[in-house]
C-alpha cells in the first residue's frame, strides 16, 4: 500500500486478412500527419558549462519512445533559476541539459528492446496541442518552477489522458515549497504519497529493491551527499483515478548527474547504475500502464 503524505517530507508473421493493408495504410497515414505537427528537434543553451554535446545521427527518425524534457519558467525564489528567457535555454529546466537525456537514451537502446530516438525533445507546454505527442515527460529542478495556471491545466490533462512524468533532483524544504505549489496547481485534488519497496514502478524491468540517495556530481566534488538540508531519499508518486502513478518523484536525489557522468570515472559507477534502472523502470512503467 502507498502512504500517503500528509506534510511536506524534511528529508510476428501472419497471413493478411482482407482489407488488413488498406488498415495498415491508415494507421502510418495518421502517424505521418502526426508527424508533421510535431514540433522540430532544437537544441536550447544549457544551464550546464557546456554547450557543444555532439548531436547523434538519427535525430530526426519517427522512433517508438522519445526522451520528452519539460520547459518551464523559473521562479523569482528559486536558487537555481537561471538567468534570461526561459524560452531560449539557460535556465533551470536545462540543468543536465543535453548530455544527461543522451546518456539515458543510450542506455535505454542497450538495456531494453524499445526503439528509442538517440535525441531528446524540450517540450514547452504552451506549444499548443504538442506536448500529447511525447507521453513521457521528464522535469529537472522542479523546485525552481513556477508554472502559469495555464500551464498546470495543460499538464493536468496531458498526464490523466496517459501521459507521464517524472519530476528529479531537488533538494531540502525550501526547494519541496516550490515543487510542491506546482503540484498544487497541477492536481489541486490529488495527494502526493510515498511508494513502498515492492510497487511496480520499481520492477518493471529491473527488480529495484534498495533505493539509496543518489548524489550529484557537484556532491562527489564537495565531499558531501546533498544540498539544502535534503539528506533523506524520498520516492514518491501520484495516481490517477485508476490507480496508474502518472508523476513519480525523486526528492533528495539527483538521477539525472548518475545519467550525465555515467561515463565520467569519478562519479561512481553505482549511482549511475541505479540512476539507469529506476529510468528505464518508469519508462516502461509508462509504456504498459
Request: hydrophobic letters at 40%; one cysteine or more.
Amino acid at each position: 500500500m502507498a502512504q500517503q503524505l500528509t506534510n511536506p517530507p524534511t528529508l510476428p508473421g501472419r497471413r493478411f486478412r482482407p482489407g488488413f493493408a488498406s488498415v495498415c495504410l491508415s494507421i502510418l497515414l495518421l502517424a505521418a500527419v502526426a508527424y508533421a505537427f510535431q514540433k522540430p528537434f532544437r537544441v536550447y543553451r544549457s544551464l550546464e558549462p557546456y554547450d557543444n554535446v555532439p548531436v547523434p545521427e538519427g535525430g530526426d527518425r519517427p522512433s517508438e519512445w522519445v526522451f520528452g524534457r519539460l520547459m518551464y519558467p523559473s521562479s523569482p525564489y528559486a536558487r537555481f533559476g537561471g538567468y534570461g528567457n526561459w524560452l531560449q535555454g539557460g535556465t533551470s529546466w536545462t540543468v543536465d541539459y543535453p548530455r544527461g537525456d543522451r546518456h539515458f537514451v543510450t542506455a535505454l537502446q542497450r538495456l531494453t528492446l524499445l526503439d528509442v530516438r538517440p535525441l531528446e525533445q524540450p517540450v514547452n507546454p504552451d506549444d499548443g496541442d504538442d506536448i500529447y505527442n511525447w507521453p513521457w515527460l521528464y522535469v529537472d529542478l522542479p523546485g525552481s518552477w513556477d508554472l502559469t495556471d495555464a500551464q498546470a491545466e495543460k499538464i493536468r490533462d496531458f498526464l490523466l489522458r496517459g501521459g507521464f512524468l517524472m519530476a528529479d533532483n531537488f533538494w531540502g524544504q525550501e526547494e519541496w515549497d516550490i515543487f510542491e505549489a506546482g503540484m498544487r496547481r497541477i492536481f489541486p485534488d490529488r495527494e502526493m504519497v510515498e511508494l513502498d519497496t515492492d510497487h511496480h514502478l520499481f520492477h518493471s524491468v529491473f527488480d529495484v529493491g534498495e533505493r539509496y540517495q543518489i548524489p550529484g556530481q557537484w556532491a562527489i566534488r564537495r565531499g558531501t551527499m546533498n544540498r539544502n538540508g535534503g539528506v533523506i531519499p524520498y520516492w514518491g508518486g501520484v495516481f490517477d483515478d485508476k490507480g496508474r502513478v502518472v508523476v513519480a518523484i525523486s526528492f533528495n536525489s539527483d538521477v539525472g548527474d548518475s545519467w550525465e557522468f555515467a561515463d565520467d570515472p569519478t562519479y561512481p559507477e553505482h549511482y549511475s547504475a541505479l540512476g539507469l534502472r529506476l529510468g528505464a523502470n518508469y519508462v516502461v512503467y509508462a509504456l504498459t500502464h
